[in-house]
């Protein structure tokens, strides 16, 4: 038996994290201090993106992301149906329909030449958004994306909730670091503890346009903004400091200082957590090799940050309950969204997507997180050998 049970993820606190937390509690500030504006600082650097806006989650994130991008009510999005159901949920929420387009048998990402197919059936300009998402930490081809945008004028919404660190090489051969705004108009990214960098819960959006940054500052906070002001019904004259004015039906999805503080203290340390990650990664790849076991592709214009490590076996529910016997607490990522309850009112049913299904008829996650010692690597190892002998 194992000496514990191992998760399929976790998050890393160290002493410092603890002393930055302890510090903004000391502080001035609970919410909108210093050390929110801090984190974003540092975020949009880390990624290479010209701003970056703070919120309460990634699902916040992508909802804003939505909201700033003028998607709204009647407009119709297309996502990948292997996704966290948020993905989709934030289309709902914004009031527009959701459709979606079958994955890569190979990498598990949205089949760009399947959202092309879907866009041509559908009349000019039906479709104003796609939201692909990196899944597992593999950056989708948002380069060939953006050529297909231009055409077809939609926005690009990337959920880059498993992908802080990630990159794809571009057709120049020049590394496109996820969430750098170059090719997406919005990026968003999760803090919720399996995620790479932990802030209890919390979420950021990086953007290269200004206008976008300026509307997400203002709706996570009611859409109160004290920017471009009209005094459209008042004297300006006999309005002071605390004026402000209401544009737009915001929300309170702002995170916290103390959120940013542990956030802040957790992304110095993301570059040690991704080399930690690779080597799990490695370890697994060569060990699975001759096994009936099929892993995401891996190729060298990606580099995968690699949130989840998912692989494809012949009987998942088997193996699923034989690591659970085993003290492995293997999670599967993702039921089909279509196939969810509440999606299957809207007409999609079993079929629709069939890499999807069967992807996920025999997809499994097996642990990856910076913490998993070597030891319990080996441990996952030995067992998945023992079950394929
Ligand atoms: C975690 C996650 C989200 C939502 O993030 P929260 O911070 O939990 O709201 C959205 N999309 C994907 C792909 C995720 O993994």
């Given at each position: 038996m194992s000496p514990h049970k191992i998760p399929y993820g976790r998050q890393k606190i160290t002493q410092e994290d603890i002393d930055a937390v302890v510090a903004a509690l000391q502080s001035d500030f609970l919410t909108q201090g210093p050390r929110i504006a801090n984190f974003e600082r540092n975020f949009a650097k880390y990624v290479g993106a010209k701003y970056a806006v703070a919120v309460s989650n990634g699902t916040a994130a992508l909802h804003l992301s939505l909201l700033a991008l003028g998607i709204g009510k009647g407009d119709n999005v297309i996502t990948t149906p292997i996704t966290f159901a948020a993905t989709a949920n934030v289309a709902l929420y914004a009031g527009a329909k959701v459709y979606f387009a079958d994955i890569d048998p190979d990498t598990y990402v949205i089949d760009i030449a399947a959202v092309e197919k879907l866009i041509l059936q559908h009349s000019k300009g039906f479709f104003?958004?796609?939201?692909?998402?990196?899944?597992?930490g593999y950056?989708?081809?948002?380069?060939?994306?953006?050529?297909?945008?231009?055409?077809?004028?939609?926005?690009?919404?990337e959920d880059a909730c498993h992908a802080p660190g990630a990159y794809f090489m571009d057709h120049l051969g020049q590394k496109q670091q996820v969430g750098n705004g170059v090719f997406s108009d919005a990026t968003a990214f999760s803090f919720h503890p399996v995620k790479h960098i932990a802030a209890?819960?919390?979420?950021?959006?990086?953007?290269?346009?200004?206008?976008?940054?300026?509307?997400?500052?203002?709706l996570r906070t009611h859409g109160i903004s004290k920017d471009n002001m009209q005094y459209a019904i008042w004297d300006k004259e006999k309005q002071g400091n605390w004026y402000y004015e209401m544009h737009d039906l915001g929300y309170n999805y702002r995170i916290t200082d103390i959120q940013a503080a542990l956030g802040n203290s957790q992304l110095q340390k993301a570059d040690a957590g991704l080399q930690r990650r690779q080597e799990i990664a490695q370890a697994y790849r060569a060990a699975f090799q001759e096994l009936p076991i099929k892993m995401q592709k891996q190729d060298e214009?990606?580099?995968?940050?690699?949130?989840?490590?998912?692989?494809?076996?012949?009987?998942?529910?088997?193996?699923?309950?034989?690591?659970?016997?085993?003290?492995?607490?293997?999670?599967?990522?993702?039921?089909?969204?279509?196939?969810?309850?509440?999606?299957?009112?809207?007409?999609?049913?079993?079929?629709?997507?069939?890499?999807?299904?069967?992807?996920?008829?025999?997809?499994?996650?097996?642990?990856?997180?910076?913490?998993?010692?070597?030891?319990?690597?080996?441990?996952?190892i030995d067992k998945a050998r023992k079950y394929f002998d």
């Open positions: 104003k958004a796609v939201l692909p998402v990196d899944f597992a950056s989708v081809d948002t380069e060939s994306l953006r050529a297909l945008a231009q055409e077809h004028h939609f926005k690009i919404i209890g819960e919390g979420g950021m959006i990086t953007t290269n346009d200004e206008g976008v940054y300026k509307k997400l500052l203002a214009k990606h580099f995968n940050a690699h949130h989840l490590f998912v692989i494809e076996v012949p009987d998942r529910k088997d193996f699923y309950d034989y690591l659970h016997a085993n003290g492995i607490l293997a999670q599967i990522h993702y039921i089909p969204v279509h196939l969810l309850d509440y999606y299957r009112q809207f007409g999609w049913k079993k079929g629709d997507f069939p890499i999807a299904e069967q992807y996920y008829d025999g997809a499994i996650s097996l642990p990856m997180y910076p913490s998993l010692s070597d030891r319990e690597l080996e441990y996952v």
